[in-house]
C-alpha cells in the first residue's frame, strides 16, 4: 500500500506538531521526552505490550505491577496505591463511588474540577458546596477556608466528608494541615484532589502532599509535573476509615479491561526518577523559576501570584508553577497565549488576565531561556499590534452566588433532555456541566438553575477569547425539558 495515499488526519497533525520544535511550558512533564532515557523511547513499540506471561494484570496484580504499585505507595506515603490508565479523572471518580452510596451528601468546593460533577452524577451523590474566596481585583477564585469547612460540618452532620483541592490549576495551596484535623475530629473523610501536585512530596520546600498530613485518599495526575505519559495518574489510600477492598471493586468497574503498559511503565518510571533525582532537580528547577519571575517583573512588568498573595487562605503557592500576570503589556492572557504561540512556545492555559505554564524538574536553562526571549518578543512586538488593547480589562460580571440546586445531580442528566441556544436558556434547568476550559471548573452544574449573570459571564469570557466546554454543537446548552 502506497503510504501517501493514507489519510489520517490526527496522525499527520501530530507528527506535524512534533517536526514543529514547539517548546512545551504543558503537560506532560515528559516534556517531549527528555523525562526518560533513551532505552526507554528507543522501544515504545515493543513496550506496548497486553496481559501475557510474565506481565502481570493491573486489576489482579500479584507481581510487577503489585510491586510498583508498592513502591509508589512508600514513596507517597500511603498504605496503597493504585495506577490510574484513564487519568485523574478516573481517581476522582473511583474516591467518590469507593466512600459513598447512594443518596448520600458529600461537601464540594464549588471550583472542583468538572470530573467531580460526573461523579455525583454516577455515584447519586449529592453535593453541599463551599464557594471558595474571590480576589475581584483579579478575578481569581482562590481556595476556601477553615472557618467555611467548619461551618459546612456545623450544619451538615451527616455528610460523608469532604473532597479538597490541593493545589489549584494557579498552583495555590489551602490549609490543607488544619482543615485535615477538623474534618477527622468530625469523624468525617477527606479526600484530595491533588492532581497538580504528584511532585510535593519529592522535595521539603514544596507544600505538604496530602499523604504527609493523613488524608484518607487522594489522587495525582504523574503527567501533570513527572515524567509520565498522558493519562497517567495514581490513587492513593491511607486504610483506617476506608476498605481497600471497596477501592479496588470500583476500579475494576470503571478503568479500562485493556490497561496501556506504557501509561503503567511510565507511572513507574516517574516514581523511580523522582526517588533518584527528584529533590536534586526540584531545587534547581525551584531557583530557575526564582530567577525567572525576578527578571519578568524588572524588564516587562509582569507580575505573578507571589507580587498579589494577600490571601489567608491560601497557605503557600507552588513555587514551580508560573502563573504570569499580562495585564503590564495592554494584553489579555488569551491574546498573549495566541502570541507566544507564534513564535514557537505554547503555555498550559490562559486566563482573561494570566498565562500559566508549566515547568518541570526535566526544564534546563536553555527553555528557561527561551521563555524569557518569548516573553521579551511578546512585550516589543505589541507596539506593531493594533486592536489589542483597547477594552480587554473590562470588568467581568462574575455572580458569586451558588446557583439554586432544584434537583441532584443525577435526576438532572437522567431527565428528558432538550438542547436551547444559550441565551434562551436562562430560567431553565441545567442538564449538562457548563463552563470555561481551562481551567476545566463548572458554571452550572446539573439540576442547577440557570441565570442571566452566569450566561453574560460565559458569553464575555467567550467573547475575550476564552473556550466554553459542555455546550452542544458549541451553541446550545442541554436542559431539562419542560
Request: aromatic share 8%; proline share 6%; charged share 20%.
Amino acid at each position: 500500500m502506497n503510504p501517501m495515499k493514507i489519510k489520517a488526519p490526527l496522525a499527520e497533525a501530530v507528527m506535524r506538531h512534533a517536526k514543529q520544535n514547539i517548546i512545551p511550558f504543558h503537560m506532560p512533564g515528559h516534556k517531549g521526552g527528555r523525562g526518560f532515557s533513551r532505552e526507554f523511547l528507543n522501544n515504545l513499540a515493543e513496550m506496548d505490550v497486553t496481559e501475557i506471561p510474565g506481565m502481570d494484570n493491573l486489576h489482579q496484580p500479584t507481581g510487577i505491577i503489585a510491586e510498583a504499585q508498592r513502591m509508589a505507595s512508600r514513596a507517597y506515603r500511603a498504605h496503597h496505591s493504585f495506577f490510574l490508565v484513564n487519568g485523574s479523572t478516573s481517581g476522582i471518580h473511583a474516591m467518590i463511588m469507593a466512600a459513598c452510596n447512594p443518596g448520600d451528601r458529600l461537601i464540594v468546593p464549588r471550583n472542583s474540577h468538572k470530573s467531580v460533577w460526573s461523579a455525583l452524577v454516577m455515584a447519586d451523590v449529592k453535593p453541599v458546596y463551599i464557594q471558595p474566596n474571590y480576589d475581584y481585583d483579579n478575578l481569581l477564585a482562590t481556595q476556601i477556608t477553615v472557618q467555611q469547612v467548619r461551618e459546612a460540618l456545623d450544619n451538615n452532620p451527616d455528610v460523608v466528608g469532604l473532597l479538597l483541592i490541593h493545589p489549584n490549576y494557579y498552583g495555590m495551596c489551602s490549609s490543607i494541615k488544619q482543615i485535615e484535623k477538623l474534618v477527622h475530629d468530625r469523624g468525617k473523610l477527606l479526600m484530595v484532589d491533588e492532581a497538580h501536585g504528584a511532585h510535593f512530596v519529592f522535595h521539603p520546600d514544596l507544600p505538604p502532599s496530602s499523604g504527609e498530613i493523613g488524608a484518607d485518599m487522594w489522587v495525582q495526575s504523574a503527567h501533570k509535573t513527572l515524567p509520565a505519559f498522558t493519562q497517567a495518574a495514581y490513587l492513593h489510600l491511607r486504610e483506617g476509615r476506608l476498605n481497600r477492598e471497596r477501592v479496588v471493586q470500583v476500579l475494576t468497574l470503571i478503568q479500562t479491561t485493556s490497561p496501556s503498559y506504557l501509561i503503567m511503565a511510565s507511572l513507574d518510571w516517574a516514581r523511580a526518577f523522582m526517588e533518584n533525582r527528584g529533590r536534586e532537580l526540584l531545587h534547581q528547577l525551584m531557583i530557575r523559576m526564582q530567577d525567572l519571575k525576578q527578571l519578568l517583573k524588572s524588564q516587562y512588568g509582569m507580575l505573578t501570584l507571589d507580587d498579589y498573595w494577600k490571601w489567608e487562605e491560601v497557605t503557600a503557592i507552588d513555587p514551580t508553577r508560573l502563573t504570569l500576570d499580562v495585564r503590564p503589556l495592554g494584553v489579555t492572557g488569551y491574546q498573549a497565549e495566541m502570541l507566544l504561540r507564534e513564535a514557537g512556545i505554547q503555555v498550559e492555559m490562559s486566563d482573561i488576565y494570566r498565562l500559566v505554564s508549566i515547568f518541570s524538574v526535566v526544564d534546563r536553562d536553555k527553555e528557561f531561556e527561551a521563555f524569557s526571549r518569548g516573553c521579551g518578543n511578546l512585550s516589543k512586538n505589541l507596539a506593531l499590534r493594533k486592536g489589542m488593547s483597547a477594552s480587554v480589562f473590562e470588568q467581568l460580571s462574575i455572580s458569586r452566588e451558588i446557583p439554586e440546586q432544584i434537583m441532584s445531580p443525577r435526576e438532572a442528566f437522567y431527565s428528558i433532555i432538550e438542547n436551547v441556544p444559550v441565551n434562551e436558556s436562562i430560567g431553565r434547568i441545567c442538564a449538562g456541566i457548563i463552563g470555561a476550559y481551562p481551567p476545566g471548573i463548572p458554571r452550572f452544574c446539573p439540576g442547577e438553575l440557570i441565570d442571566r449573570e452566569g450566561i453574560e459571564e460565559l458569553v464575555e469570557i467567550q467573547r475575550q477569547g476564552g473556550n466554553l466546554f459542555g455546550l452542544v454543537d458549541n451553541l446550545f446548552i442541554p436542559v431539562v425539558k419542560i
